[in-house]
């Protein structure tokens, strides 16, 4: 997911704001799986809006791939779709298979269990998601099939009927959420299917919804507006204070109206931030880091796992350490000077 692009800082369509939440949220998501407490009161108040963020990454994330995709999927033009599977299936492949033959290496050395057999490797790249290999993927694999699903819309469907169809989805999938039927088709499956597929239903609202807001243009109407950029910060601050809609009593994590509408909120309020304000060299480190996002979300995983190995995670300051690592990392597979390589990290 790109967070616009451009050049020049007088006519830079690049969105800081977009960026910025990028990289908060790639660090929310190394807190969702390494940040252990026993209960809230044992955080700290000052820390405590990063855990109220932690749900909100995922949502974020896929809103935002969603929203700067509405112009591509709107060309109807195969070569571009072509274009983004290959995008996407880069580092689902990529990193399945790197961290296969990394843990085999270190098992190796260190004389450990890290991997079972090929079949892990077979899993992780058939549902994006094993518990030996790299878990986090599953939402690539998601994103995947979501990008397969609105393309053939897209390309299916009239212009001027595609959002309909969308809205319809959107529909049909918050239906079979609080029903239950989509826990019911996928809860008792295995951990790898039910936490991949079950949460597709979950993640095609916020896909939807991002493509909306990208047509309807909703971030240049707050913009122009100040009663709309008020209007954007009152409600994000109502839905982080209340939590006014009915949850799913049986979900996969993500799925129920306030996640949509917090995280749709989030993603509006930080597109809006005039952060393109800020000096050059701010703006050039914003870029800088937000570009790595991609892999810090790939690598993070491997990185806390080995130190868990160790005894070395579960605090934020250790989480903060292994975001670090994973941006050195990141940064400097990119610098390999191979195209394959760009697009596992960025």
């Known amino acids: 997911m790109r967070a616009g692009g451009g050049n020049s800082r007088k006519e830079d369509s690049y969105n800081y704001g977009a960026a910025v939440l990028k990289i908060i949220m790639s660090f929310e998501v190394v807190l969702c799986h390494y940040w252990l407490f026993e209960n809230i009161s044992d955080?700290?108040?000052?820390?405590?809006?990063?855990?109220?963020?932690?749900?909100?990454?995922?949502?974020?994330?896929?809103?935002?791939?969603?929203?700067?995709?509405?112009?591509?999927?709107l060309t109807k033009?195969?070569?571009?779709?072509?274009?983004?599977?290959?995008?996407?299936?880069?580092?689902y492949i990529g990193w399945a298979v790197i961290y296969y033959i990394g843990y085999l290496i270190l098992e190796r050395i260190f004389d450990i269990e890290l991997v079972g057999g090929i079949q892990?490797?077979?899993?992780?790249?058939?549902?994006?998601?094993?518990?030996?290999?790299?878990?986090?993927?599953?939402?690539?694999?998601?994103?995947?099939?979501?990008?397969?699903?609105?393309?053939?819309?897209?390309?299916?469907?009239?212009?001027?009927k595609v959002f309909k169809v969308l809205f319809?989805?959107?529909?049909?999938?918050?239906?079979?959420?609080?029903?239950?039927?989509?826990?019911?088709?996928?809860?008792?499956?295995?951990?790898?299917?039910?936490?991949?597929?079950?949460r597709v239903a979950e993640m095609a609202p916020y896909a939807c919804i991002g493509m909306a807001l990208s047509h309807h243009k909703i971030e240049q109407k707050i913009s122009n507006s100040r009663f709309g950029k008020i209007a954007c910060a009152c409600i994000?601050?109502?839905?982080?204070?209340?939590?006014v809609f009915?949850?799913?009593?049986?979900?996969?994590?993500?799925?129920?109206?306030?996640?949509?509408c917090i995280a749709s909120a989030l993603v509006l309020f930080f597109m809006v931030l005039p952060i393109n304000r800020l000096p050059?060299?701010?703006?050039?480190?914003?870029?800088?880091?937000?570009?790595?996002?991609?892999?810090?979300?790939?690598?993070?995983?491997?990185?806390?796992?080995l130190l868990k190995r160790n005894g070395q995670t579960g605090n934020f300051i250790q989480c903060v350490i292994i975001w670090i690592?994973?941006?050195?990392?990141?940064?400097?597979?990119?610098?390999?000077?191979?195209?394959?390589?760009?697009?596992?990290v960025e």
């Open 120 to 160: 892990d490797l077979i899993c992780q790249l058939l549902f994006g998601n094993h518990t030996n290999l790299n878990p986090p993927l599953w939402f690539q694999a998601d994103l995947i099939l979501l990008t397969c699903i609105v393309f053939a819309v897209f390309y299916l469907i009239p212009a001027n």
């Open 168 to 198: 319809v989805i959107v529909f049909l999938s918050l239906w079979m959420q609080y029903s239950g039927i989509n826990y019911k088709l996928f809860g008792e499956l295995s951990y790898e299917v039910r936490y991949t597929y079950g």
């Open 325 to 344: 690592i994973s941006v050195i990392i990141a940064f400097l597979i990119s610098k390999i000077p191979l195209k394959i390589c760009k697009g596992l």
């Open 43 to 73: 955080i700290p108040v000052y820390l405590r809006i990063f855990n109220r963020l932690r749900m909100l990454a995922v949502p974020t994330f896929m809103i935002m791939s969603f929203y700067f995709l509405t112009n591509s999927a």
């Open 236 to 243: 994000l601050l109502f839905l982080f204070r209340f939590s």
């Open 77 to 91: 033009d195969i070569r571009v779709f072509k274009a983004r599977i290959g995008r996407l299936l880069s580092p």
């Open 280 to 305: 050059i060299k701010v703006l050039g480190m914003i870029k800088w880091f937000a570009r790595y996002t991609p892999g810090i979300f790939c690598i993070h995983y491997g990185i806390g796992n």
């Open 246 to 260: 009915y949850m799913p009593e049986l979900n996969f994590g993500y799925g129920g109206l306030y996640f949509i």
